[in-house]
């Protein structure tokens, strides 16, 4: 990720010219829809997961059905709505039978994310599970043991959490995402402060 340190300026629009017509793997073949991402274009937090699931494919839209409505849950626990936030994935069209991305679709896929991420010039990023958060980190390291504290790479503080469709079937990984997104509300204030004393 280190060659977002020098991140360009540009639009999103400009940052996802073509994604809709992507084929750049064999996802390209079977989606239904390209779900390139949503949210607020300026976010001050991105969040990346996975890929699309079913309902994600069949819609276009990240993040819908019950994995979505957790998050929301989530977001509004700690005082955020879906409209301050941006929401991609790793990949952005969905593996058959959901299955695990592969390398080389992460590969494929990957670029996309990283124009994202210069478009939308987050401060924080949260990774959820595994797939994003070896991506963003640059690591082997599984989810279970980097959550619950704040890392860096780049410019970007980044909070590594658990996949809330993980939750679904784990009801016991629902405090941990709730202490994790406990962090994003501390650095988001301690940023607020910071930019209040700094006026
Ligand atoms: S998953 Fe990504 S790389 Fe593969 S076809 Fe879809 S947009 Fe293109």
Redesign the pocket.
Known sequence: MSELDDSIYRSLDDALSG?YE????????T?TN?V?GAGNPRAKVMFIGE?PGKNEDLQGKPFVGAAGNLLSQLLERIGLKREDIYIANI???RPPRNRDPRPE?IE??T??LREQIKAVHPTVLVTMGNFSTKFVLQTTTGITRLRGQVRTTGPFRVIPTFHPAAAIYDRSKISALEADFDLIRALLDADERREHENM
Do not use: M
């Open positions: 994604v992507c084929h750049k793997c064999i996802l390209g073949d989606r390209v390139p890929a990949l952005k069209c679709e494929a896929c670029p996309w």
